[in-house]
């Protein structure tokens, strides 16, 4: 085996020092006198003597401490049970986790208690000592609910260190009794619908015309021409795309006429085959409004009419005097007598403000009877777009806010009070909601800018914890949730991507929307018809008036 020669310089270099020293104390020794060998035994004689002495007297001391260490041990064995001396002694050696979760869980227990006893302050004091606050039963209620499940947490966390595995716990036992759920769903009580077939002649027609604000109005519009179509035993035609918006796009069509189980609506294509022998044309013009203009039609809209082809060769009509700013109540009756003709094809415009029978137009399902739960609701693609979307980024338990500010500051304060709520205000109301709802995240459907929403997010807290305001994001082609509108080619669409918003916030399990806005009350129609309408449901700062309004220009 060979050597390593930088190991053998290694020791070297390690031993010679210690050689060289050895060697140095022996030349700076002093000179002593030279002993004789005599007197170097006897030296060595008495050291060795000496040194067996003390050996001895070691071993017997050792001897004697043993043998007391063992009459000790044995003394305290007769004494002592031998269990307790062992669990003592091995208990102040080492730390017991027992202890250590049990102080854990006071301390946490400690805590909670302490919000207990100020949410049950202030209870009180919103109660019994002030009722001028006037706070529902409902929210009564809630906190009640909430206290009672905090101290079942208490009681979990007190409880817990003690628990072994065959634990079945009792706790458990009264908490169905107490359960409250603030948010729960509002029984639409359908069994209670009024409602009339829609049995159309297969020869007469209604042409739709909307014209008043945009997709959401025009919606609520189309909702209300299938109650006239229905009360004058009509087929609806639905507006061309050329001369109003592209329905089959954000909604289904054809599923309205599988709800009837009959052939109720068609589109202005089919409506224009079927009248290719006697020339597509409209036989009657009936305005619903006289004031301040006639059917809310111009010349211009009439122009886009004759230019799909479409012969009217009729002046506009009203059948009484109607004010689109003050809407008188008509009955099913007035209608049927006021719209009712022989003639094949009859527009009726617009009838957006109308307010007929308005307790059969706001029921869920609306006014007339079919076996679906809602007759005008988004289309397949943007339904499943909407499903993927709350399965990718918000589950099952989430908030929606309707968050309208573009073009709302002016709208909102011609009216009184105002609706248009500073953005740190407006943060407050959200997060009472949030609170009282445990939402998890809030789905944020809006048209502000970045730097509302970014303020706006920085302020949503509750317990002390930011809130998550989740937007739709940039299209990312890792995200997989849009597919199938790109792949059907209707991505970046506005209108598309406005329902998609609708559809969401109609999926939510609370709702916040903002008064005066048809985009909220479509989705309050949505909520309603699929019973997804919660008790928590509610227009921002609901009852509240803005904290600081603008002078008028």
């Known amino acids: 085996m060979e050597h390593n020669s930088s190991d053998d310089e290694e020791d070297h270099h390690h031993l010679i020092p210690q050689n060289e020293t050895r060697n140095h104390h022996r030349e700076d020794r002093p000179t002593s006198t030279t002993t004789s060998p005599r007197s170097a035994f006897q030296i060595e004689n008495i050291l060795h003597r000496v040194q067996h002495r003390w050996k001895i007297s070691f071993n017997n001391r050792y001897v004697i401490v043993a043998v007391s260490i063992t009459l000790l041990i044995g003394l305290l064995f007769l004494l002592t049970d031998p269990r307790e001396l062992f669990s003592a002694n091995l208990s102040s050696f080492k730390l017991d986790p027992l202890s250590n979760r049990v102080k854990e869980s006071e301390l946490r227990a400690l805590y909670l208690l302490r919000q207990q006893h100020f949410s049950l302050?202030?209870?009180?004091?919103?109660?019994?000592?002030?009722?001028?606050?006037?706070?529902?039963?409902?929210?009564?209620?809630?906190?009640?609910?909430?206290?009672?499940?905090?101290?079942?947490?208490?009681?979990?966390?007190?409880?817990?260190?003690?628990?072994?595995?065959?634990?079945?716990?009792?706790?458990?036992?009264?908490?169905?009794?107490?359960?409250?759920?603030?948010?729960?769903?509002?029984?639409?009580?359908?069994?209670?619908?009024?409602?009339?077939?829609?049995?159309?002649?297969?020869?007469?027609?209604?042409?739709?015309?909307?014209?008043?604000?945009?997709?959401?109005?025009?919606?609520?519009?189309?909702?209300?021409?299938?109650?006239?179509?229905?009360?004058?035993?009509?087929?609806?035609?639905?507006?061309?795309?050329?001369?109003?918006?592209?329905?089959?796009?954000?909604?289904?069509?054809?599923?309205?006429?599988?709800?009837?189980?009959?052939?109720?609506?068609?589109?202005?294509?089919?409506?224009?085959?079927?009248?290719?022998?006697?020339?597509?044309?409209?036989?009657?013009?009936?305005?619903?409004?006289?004031?301040?203009?006639?059917?809310?039609?111009?010349?211009?809209?009439?122009?886009?009419?004759?230019?799909?082809?479409?012969?009217?060769?009729?002046?506009?009509?009203?059948?009484?005097?109607?004010?689109?700013?003050?809407?008188?109540?008509?009955?099913?009756?007035?209608?049927?007598?006021?719209?009712?003709?022989?003639?094949?094809?009859?527009?009726?415009?617009?009838?957006?403000?109308?307010?007929?029978?308005?307790?059969?137009?706001?029921?869920?399902?609306?006014?007339?009877?079919?076996?679906c739960k809602t007759l005008v609701e988004p289309s397949k693609l943007i339904l499943l777009t909407s499903q993927r979307f709350i399965q990718t980024f918000l589950g099952k338990s989430f908030i929606a806010l309707h968050f309208r500010r573009h073009g709302f500051l002016k709208f909102c304060n011609a009216k009184s009070p105002s609706c248009f709520y500073p953005i740190p205000q407006a943060a407050e109301c959200i997060a009472r909601i949030v609170e009282r709802s445990n939402g998890a995240v809030v789905y944020l459907s809006t048209d502000a800018a970045e730097s509302e929403t970014s303020l706006l997010q920085s302020l949503v807290v509750v317990d002390g914890k930011i809130v998550p305001l989740v937007k739709r994001p940039q299209r990312n082609a890792a995200e997989k949730w849009d597919a199938l509108l790109y792949r059907h080619g209707i991505e970046d669409d506005s209108q598309v991507d406005a329902m998609l918003d609708k559809t969401i916030c109609a999926m939510s399990s609370v709702f916040i929307g903002a008064s005066g806005?048809?985009?909220?009350?479509?989705?309050?129609?949505?909520?309603?018809?699929?019973?997804?309408?919660?008790?928590?449901?509610?227009?921002?700062c609901r009852g509240e008036e803005p904290n600081f309004i603008a002078e008028d220009e």
């Not at 759920?181 to 909307?210: G, H, M, N, Y």
């Not at 099913?332 to 415009?349: H, L, N, P, Y």
């Not at 048809?518 to 449901?537: A, H, Q, V």
Request: glycine share 4%; net charge negative.
């Open 121 to 371: 302050l202030s209870l009180w004091n919103g109660t019994l000592v002030n009722p001028s606050l006037n706070q529902s039963i409902e929210d009564v209620k809630s906190a009640v609910s909430k206290q009672i499940s905090l101290n079942k947490e208490i009681q979990e966390l007190l409880l817990s260190p003690h628990r072994t595995g065959n634990y079945s716990g009792g706790v458990e036992a009264d908490s169905t009794i107490y359960s409250y759920d603030r948010c729960r769903k509002v029984d639409q009580k359908l069994s209670d619908r009024k409602t009339i077939e829609w049995k159309p002649r297969s020869d007469k027609f209604l042409f739709a015309i909307c014209l008043s604000g945009q997709m959401s109005n025009h919606l609520i519009c189309l909702e209300k021409h299938m109650f006239f179509a229905a009360l004058l035993d009509r087929v609806l035609v639905i507006p061309s795309s050329k001369f109003d918006y592209q329905y089959d796009k954000v909604i289904d069509l054809e599923k309205i006429n599988t709800c009837l189980g009959r052939n109720v609506v068609v589109s202005f294509d089919q409506f224009k085959e079927n009248a290719k022998k006697n020339h597509p044309r409209i036989d009657r013009f009936i305005c619903y409004f006289s004031l301040p203009q006639l059917c809310y039609v111009d010349e211009e809209h009439i122009k886009k009419l004759k230019g799909l082809g479409i012969s009217i060769d009729v002046k506009l009509e009203a059948p009484w005097s109607e004010d689109i700013k003050k809407p008188s109540k008509r009955t099913v009756e007035e209608v049927q007598r006021s719209f009712k003709s022989d003639d094949d094809v009859i527009a009726i415009g617009d009838v957006f403000y109308a307010d007929m029978e308005q307790d059969w137009v706001m029921q869920p399902g609306g006014p007339i009877n079919h076996k």
């Open 517 to 540: 806005s048809t985009f909220t009350e479509d989705i309050l129609r949505l909520r309603k018809d699929w019973g997804t309408s919660s008790m928590c449901d509610e227009y921002l």
